[in-house]
């Protein structure tokens, strides 16, 4: 199968470079999606033995006007045929259930919002996958089609950003160790989505014009309100500004998150001006959500935080502070600022701007330019 988009943005390899390729064996996680279809046939043109794997982490329930496993595995068998490589199955749903969901749910449960995908990629992509493709597949690597880089096998490992800006995803691989990523390749890290559509335009696989997946892998397209309902009893309660006048009523705390705008169910408010109402904070103590107007509101700033649960990509403390940058959310730009170490597994982060919806439970993650040095959950803000 040939390419001429793979051609102009690849070099081609040496007969050396593809003998040695030939030599190891690379499983490539198939989600059913364009980046993963395209990723498995890069590996291709670049000699490994490639073989696709596909797993099934979320079987709660079989609504399959929600779940999307059934078509996303058809999906990913046409691409593999079409490739002409073997497909493996596997179920991880109970470790899916014990490592990520419960977690998920005792997060929300205890006021914090979460990043399930972090969680995911820690124990289960990067984890069980990577465990199962090495010890029952005899791997030598894994592959996936996230949109990060590494450095050339005969270099030190690394995590680093994707080169499309637009799509990078190291800020939720940042618990990924060096040794994790020495197993790991990323073969659309160093393209574009849009090239990596064209690629599949031309081989003409079943997921060139798939849609991305959005939300949360085990939620689908449903309302995440009605999911988290099943799961979770919501406890309405009052809505107060700063001031501590109601100003409304909520139906549960764990519906809500710090700088949330839409949703509040605020009407007009006598002697209020006509600024959006924000969410700065969640009284767990009294069920209460407190508001206050304008984006620019000192409410909603906080000059840095305390972080824990630290993951860092070499796996070495920070023992001395260090300049770097900081993300508090996926697609944020990049804050500078200054990590102070409190203890090994503690962090207090001050920024050199106050920046705004610094959520707890939320995770931190810090860079040097292109590197992703690691990160962890944010346990408090900083006013």
């Known amino acids: 199968m040939k390419s001429k988009t793979y051609q102009q943005h690849f070099p081609a390899l040496t007969d050396e470079q593809l003998a040695e390729n030939a030599k190891k064996k690379v499983i490539c996680g198939m989600s059913g999606g364009v980046d993963s279809s395209v990723s498995a046939f890069i590996l291709q043109q670049q000699g490994y033995q490639v073989e696709g794997l596909f797993m099934k982490n979320w079987e709660e329930d079989d609504d399959t006007d ?30 899916y259930w014990d490592n990520v969901f419960e977690h998920f749910l005792a997060e929300y449960k205890a006021g914090r919002t979460p990043n399930p995908d972090i969680l995911c990629n820690k124990e289960i992509k990067f984890k069980a996958f990577l465990e199962y493709a090495a010890e029952d597949l005899g791997a030598d690597f894994i592959a996936t089609g996230h949109y990060v880089r590494r450095p050339p096998l005969d270099q030190h490992p690394k995590l680093l950003r994707g080169l499309d800006s637009n799509k990078d995803q190291s800020y939720f691989l940042y618990t990924l160790s060096e040794q994790q990523v020495a197993q790991s390749l990323f073969p659309v890290g160093d393209i574009e989505k849009p090239i990596v559509r064209a690629i599949a335009e031309d081989l003409g696989l079943a997921t060139a014009k ?21 799961y979770l009893p919501a406890q309405a ?7 501590g006048q109601v100003i409304g009523r909520h139906d549960g705390l764990m519906y809500h998150t710090l700088g949330q705008r839409k949703g509040l169910g605020i009407g007009g408010v006598k002697g209020a001006s ?36 630290l993951h860092w990509v070499d796996r070495q403390p920070i023992r001395e502070k260090l300049r770097c940058t900081v993300k508090t959310r996926y697609r944020q730009a990049d804050i500078l600022c200054e990590i102070q ?36 959950i944010i346990e408090e803000q900083l006013k």
Do not use: M
């Not at 078509?71 to 493996?88: E, S, T």
């Not at 397209?221 to 009605?226: G, I, Q, V």
């Not at 309660?237 to 001031?243: A, L, M, N, R, S």
């Not at 209460?288 to 906080?302: E, H, R, Y």
């Open 237 to 243: 309660g009052d809505i107060k500004t700063v001031d």
């Open 274 to 309: 006509e600024n959006a109402w924000y969410v700065v904070e969640k009284d767990l103590v009294n069920n209460v959500l407190i508001v206050a107007q304008g984006q620019d509101n000192s409410a909603l700033l906080s000059s840095g935080l305390i972080a824990s649960q």
């Open 210 to 230: 798939k849609k991305d997946s959005t939300g949360i892998c085990f939620i689908g397209e449903r309302k995440f309100k009605d999911f988290l309902a099943r």
């Open 66 to 95: 929600y779940c999307t496993a059934a078509a996303d595995l058809a999906d990913a068998q046409a691409v593999c045929d079409k490739l002409g490589i073997k497909l493996h199955k596997i179920n991880f749903a109970a470790e």
């Open 341 to 376: 170490p409190l203890d090994d597994e503690t962090i207090r982060v001050i920024f050199d701007e106050p920046q705004i919806a610094v959520t707890p439970g939320q995770s931190a993650v810090f860079y040097q330019g292109e590197v992703c040095l690691g990160g962890g």
